[in-house]
């Protein structure tokens, strides 16, 4: 709408030209066909670039998940893919920010950037929400189960290379910060993936980070999924300078582009013929 739109002021300026050029009345003939013909180049011109643009969004962004077809195209294609989770979502926001920050909506920002990004590098990338809301039912009793569950069905599903599950960290002491990735107890692979991503949070946003990828064997989505899975923890909102921080989308950018590096980096260890 908004490239349809710019472009109108333009018709009109063009017509306006080519209507100050009257010089016969058998001109005016002609003249009025290569108004109509001007105004129709440029109305195509609109349309396609609005196309285009919208084509780019849906693509990259990544926002929906994957049809059967599009998953035999991408098998077809040795394509590799990652299921980016933003956590959190509706009714449920996660951990609260000394200032207010919510977690879902931090997800859920450098989750998109993410997507975009893998999408940029020819990595398919499906996201379990795309929006401010769960996967639960209205009406569901259990929305947090339910929610939890759809999350994991999605990704056995989808049969990705490996899963991303964005989320934002808490404690009880406002000093306490730093990003941190947790991969499944035993998992060689989520760990070797958790390594190279801690690495990249250290070197891209923190080299004071002291922390260290770190194995977990409660949370419910390394429990419950059998794909390579990490859940990021992107920083600490109890922290206020990191919860500033958190909230600003040059720094969302930075967070999601270390972690697009490092999933690059593992991706290319990975013999995808000899899967
Ligand atoms: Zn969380």
Known sequence: ?????????????????????????????????????????????????????????????????????????????????????????????????????????????????????????????????????????????????????????????TEPDIVVSIHQNSYDGASVSGAQVFYYTGSEEGKKLADILQAQFISGLDPENRREARANDSYYLLRKTGRTIVIAECGFLSNPREEELLCDPSYQEKVAWQLHLGILRYLNGMEKEQR
Not at 44 to 73: C, I, N, P, W, Y
Not at 130 to 151: E, F, H, I, N, W
């Open 1 to 157: 709408m908004c490239v349809v739109s710019a472009h109108n002021p333009r018709a009109g300026a063009i017509y306006m030209v080519v209507k100050g050029r009257g010089v016969s009345d058998m001109g005016q003939r002609w003249q009025r066909e290569l108004v109509k013909l001007l105004g129709t180049a440029v109305f195509l011109t609109a349309v396609f670039f609005a196309g285009r643009q919208a084509a780019v969004m849906t693509d990259s962004a990544a926002l929906r998940a994957e049809t059967e077809e599009e998953k035999d195209d991408r098998s077809k294609m040795q394509k590799f893919c990652v299921v980016v989770d933003a956590g959190h979502g509706g009714n449920d926001p996660g951990k609260v920010g000394v200032n207010g920050a919510l977690e879902k909506d931090i997800n859920l920002a450098i989750a998109k950037r993410l997507a975009v990004l893998l999408e940029q590098a020819d990595v398919k990338a499906v996201m379990t929400r795309t929006q401010d809301s769960g996967l639960y039912d209205a009406d569901a009793d259990r929305k947090k189960v339910q929610d939890m569950k759809r999350r994991i069905e999605l990704m056995e599903k």
